[in-house]
């Protein structure tokens, strides 16, 4: 069975900081394109970070750049968000996934919804609050 496990969300204040994780299992993690990406209240999916396989080229949308880090620990099958300086609209679901697409800067730029991964998992909730 292919399943993707994020754990790590919590209440944190504005300026904060959280490392996801996300378990795979079922298929290796480094053999794929792999991608966060969240949905706060109210709101579509969006792009939050991409990393190419095997752990190569990283991708970031100007709006978390310079505050997220993705990474992928092949050892352990696991990747990983770290997430630094947080601000209230990164409030939302994180969810990791496996997009269909090649990953890209442009990429990134666009639109999503459910349909553009392969597999994603049950997500976990970031809520950014004083």
């Known amino acids: 069975e292919l399943q993707l496990v994020e754990s790590g969300g919590d209440l944190v204040q504005p300026g904060g900081s959280l490392r996801l994780s996300c378990a795979a299992s079922?298929?290796?993690?480094?053999?794929?394109?792999m991608a966060w990406i969240r949905q706060a209240p109210g709101k579509g999916l969006e792009w939050v970070s991409g990393?190419?396989?095997?752990?190569?080229?990283?991708f970031y949308p100007d709006y978390v750049k310079g505050r997220f880090t993705i990474s992928a620990d092949s050892a352990k099958n696991t990747l990983y968000l770290q997430m630094n300086s947080l601000k209230t609209e990164d409030t939302g679901v994180y969810y990791c996934?496996?997009?269909?697409?090649?990953?890209?800067?442009?990429?990134?730029?666009?639109?999503?919804?459910?349909?553009?991964?392969?597999?994603w998992g049950q997500g976990t909730q970031v809520t950014v609050s004083s």
């Open positions: 996934a496996a997009p269909r697409k090649v990953l890209t800067s442009t990429l990134l730029l666009s639109g999503i919804s459910f349909s553009d991964f392969h597999v």
């Open positions: 079922g298929f290796i993690v480094n053999a794929y394109d």
């Open positions: 990393i190419q396989r095997g752990g190569g080229l990283t």
